[in-house]
């Protein structure tokens, strides 16, 4: 009985927990488990939390902050970059006209006038005034204004047109007696024709006349009339 009881008595009795026994490897596993547990839970959270650092939010068509910006290649159709202000020409520029322009005659004679503007192979035209003097008041186009070759440059005059002398110009070919009209300050005027010498002019030779009067010419050979025959 004694014996039964000891038996008894033994079952009953706690056993010792030295640490190496079954309890001790279950609670080794319990706590491994629930280490790795809140270990999900925790990366989980911080995942939503943080809005998933790894992908940008395209949305805000922003890069995330800390990302490395990277610049793209320039488009093919892109304008070319200007001149950088500080190489360009500083200071005002100069607005006086290269090559061909209208002589200073303003105030001059305006025979010497004429005389510039035909140097320049320029055009001429006299406007005489009701003034006094011979000196040129204005030009058009202006004195400096750049101007082609054969434009012809109106002259307005101070005084009336001055008396000239009508120059004989009838041993002269049709061409040549222009040109010596033109010379003294007349013009021609054709009656029949430019070619061939000069059978005629009217206002005669030593006549007097006036800057920008007209001379007549009749230039050609005269045609000779027969004599009728007699009955």
Not at 17 to 28: E, I, W
Not at 125 to 130: I, K
Not at 215 to 220: E, R, V
């Amino acid at each position: 009985m004694n014996e039964a009881g000891d038996a008894m008595t033994d079952d009953r009795q706690p056993v010792r927990d030295d640490g190496t026994g079954p309890g001790r490897t279950r609670l080794l596993l319990g706590g491994a488990l629930a280490v790795v547990l809140l270990a999900v839970i925790g990366a989980s959270g911080g995942w939503v939390l943080a809005g998933e650092p790894d992908r940008p939010d395209v949305s805000s068509g922003s890069a995330p902050t800390g990302a490395v910006p990277t610049s793209a290649p320039p488009a093919a159709s892109a304008a070319p970059s200007t001149r950088p202000a500080e190489d360009r020409p500083s200071g005002p520029r100069s607005r006086t006209p290269a090559g061909l322009t209208v002589p200073e005659v303003v105030g001059a004679d305006f025979e010497r006038a004429r005389q510039e503007l035909r140097d320049r192979r320029l055009g001429w035209r006299l406007v005489f005034g009701t003034g006094s003097g011979r000196t040129v008041e204005r030009t058009s186009p202006g004195p400096g204004e750049p101007v082609k070759r054969g434009v012809t440059v109106t002259v307005w005059v101070a005084g009336p047109a001055p008396a000239v002398t009508v120059p004989d110009v009838g041993a002269l070919s049709c061409s040549d007696a222009a040109d010596d009209l033109v010379e003294a300050g007349l013009y021609p005027r054709y009656r029949s024709g430019r070619q061939g010498p000069v059978a005629g002019q009217e206002p005669a030779a030593g006549s007097t006349a006036r800057w920008n009067d007209q001379i007549a010419l009749t230039c050609g050979d005269v045609p000779t009339t027969s004599p009728s025959p007699t009955p």
